[in-house]
Every structure is written in C-alpha cells, then in structure tokens.
C-alpha cells in the first residue's frame, strides 16, 4: 500500500516563501515520476512541477508561471518529495497535492493528472496580496 502524506502548507504574504513535504510510505521502486499539483475550486486539478527520483542527472518539469520561482527535489533517504516556493504571488493560492507513478517521467504527459495513481491528501496554501 503506497500513501502520500504531505505538510508545509499555509499562509503567506506576496513575496514569502514556503516548503511542502510530501513522504512516500510504501515501496514503488528506487526511481519513480513524481509531480505536484495544485487545484483551486471550481477548476482542474493544474499540474505544476514534476521529476523522476532515479537519478541520473536533473531530470525535472516545470510549467512556465513557476520555472525560477518554485523547486522540486527528492531525498531518497527520506523517500521525501518537496516543493519550495519562493517568490509567491496571490495567484498561487491553491491546495497542493503531490502525486506519485511508478513509470519514467519520461514516457508520460506529466502535468496530466490522470497519468498518477497515487495522492497525497493536499496541503493548502494562501498567499495575501
């Protein structure tokens, strides 16, 4: 049984920063694709970062309106998925969810929600202007 289990969230002034964790349990492999996602109400789940933790170089995603502001990183010790947002704006306020899929990032739309089994249960975050 795999479970995400994910902190960090909460609020933050325009210009803060943040940390979300997200813990792997649950064995899936030494080299998976995971992704965050972040959803507000009444739209998509928007898939935002994603990377394969085997290693083997920087092989991370990110959508442009995040690319220089957030990063994602694995700790393969911690089996530990984080997100450090930087920069926030009040457009970023959302609920964050990490997601796991234990295929190559490669071989899949990674910003595609349907393309992960596995969810974390969200971590809010909300930037004040």
């Known amino acids: 049984q795999v479970q995400l289990v994910e902190s960090g969230g909460g609020s933050v002034q325009a210009g803060g920063s943040l940390r979300l964790s997200c813990v792997r349990r649950?064995?899936?492999?030494?080299?998976?694709?995971m992704g965050w996602f972040r959803q507000v109400p009444g739209k998509e789940r928007e898939g935002i970062a994603a990377?394969?933790?085997?290693?083997?170089?920087?092989?991370?995603y990110y959508i442009d309106s995040v690319k220089d502001r957030f990063t994602i990183s694995h700790d393969s010790v911690k089996n530990t998925l984080y997100l450090q947002l930087n920069r926030l704006k009040s457009e970023d306020t959302a609920m964050y969810y990490c997601?796991?899929?234990?295929?190559?990032?490669?071989?899949?739309?990674?910003?595609?929600?349907?393309?992960?089994?596995?969810w974390g249960q969200g971590a809010q975050v909300t930037v004040s202007s």
């Open positions: 997601a796991a899929d234990p295929r190559p990032c490669w071989v899949q739309q990674v910003f595609s929600s349907s393309e992960y089994p596995y």
């Open positions: 649950g064995h899936m492999g030494s080299g998976i694709c």
């Open positions: 990377m394969w933790t085997g290693g083997g170089g920087d092989q991370s």
